[in-house]
């Protein structure tokens, strides 16, 4: 059972630039969250999302940030007209669905994006 | 609104020394507890997780915490620690219900020396 697969792994963009990550969750994984590391601090929750729902998307960024988890196909973070600012490490988890014993959350090797 | 406070950003120790990594947390319902180890340029891994039951959790690499629920706090020990070791350390916190995300806190520098 492969874990969670996110890509590219690095990506650099130019200023203005669009950025797309992807992750692939884990096979039986409905659940998917993207958190952000930006340099010396902790991870910052973004979205979380089930197949074709938005679940909690408290800590996005109103502009320029979206993300989708379709029914076929990687979740993907959408980064529009990127700004230096946005440079951090993305990662991706993932979770089976239901609670109690099922809640542990599986973290990708994250992508780690440069805006230049 | 649920929120996790490590306490101490950077812990250096000494080789085959014990230690104890910080974390409390805020939380008006029941909570899942668990402990991530990050080393350098990768993702993160789990050390342990506090779900039910026995409050003295045994995780990976020798690693344990105790869940307090009186003092709403996890923290994470270990008797003695290796220069493998080092490495970023977060403790996060998710409420035991369904559509909730896990909290982090900003993570602890755990720096072992010869």
């Known amino acids: 059972n492969a874990g969670v697969m996110q890509n590219p792994r690095h990506l650099v963009r130019r200023r203005g630039q669009e950025a797309r990550l992807r992750c692939s969750p884990m096979k039986g994984h409905s659940h998917v969250y993207w958190y952000r590391q930006l340099p010396e601090e902790g991870l910052k929750f973004m979205v979380y999302l089930q197949k074709e729902n938005i679940i909690d998307e408290s800590g996005m960024p109103k502009e320029r940030f979206s993300a989708e988890f379709p029914k076929e196909g990687p979740s993907i973070l959408r980064i529009q007209q990127v700004v230096r600012g946005d440079s951090a490490a993305y990662f991706c988890?993932?979770?089976?669905?239901?609670?109690?014993?099922?809640?542990?959350?599986?973290f990708g090797q994250g992508t780690r994006l440069t805006v230049v | 609104a649920q929120s996790v406070t490590q306490l101490d950003s950077q812990v250096p120790v000494f080789e085959e020394a014990p230690v104890e990594l910080r974390c409390n947390y805020s939380?008006?319902?029941?909570?899942?507890l668990f402990w991530y180890v990050q080393y350098p340029n990768q993702g993160l891994q789990l050390l342990l997780k506090?779900?039910?039951?026995?409050?003295l959790v045994k995780g990976i690499n020798g690693f344990e915490a105790e869940f307090n629920k009186s003092q709403t706090s996890f923290h994470l020990r270990k008797p003695s620690v290796h220069i493998s070791d080092t490495a970023e350390y977060f403790c996060a916190v998710k409420e035991g219900q369904a559509g909730t995300a896990l909290i982090f806190g900003k993570g602890t520098t755990l720096s072992v020396s010869s």
């Open positions: 939380s008006s319902v029941s909570v899942y």
């Open positions: 506090y779900l039910s039951g026995s409050t």
């Open positions: 988890a993932s979770s089976p669905p239901g609670t109690g014993m099922n809640t542990e959350a599986f």
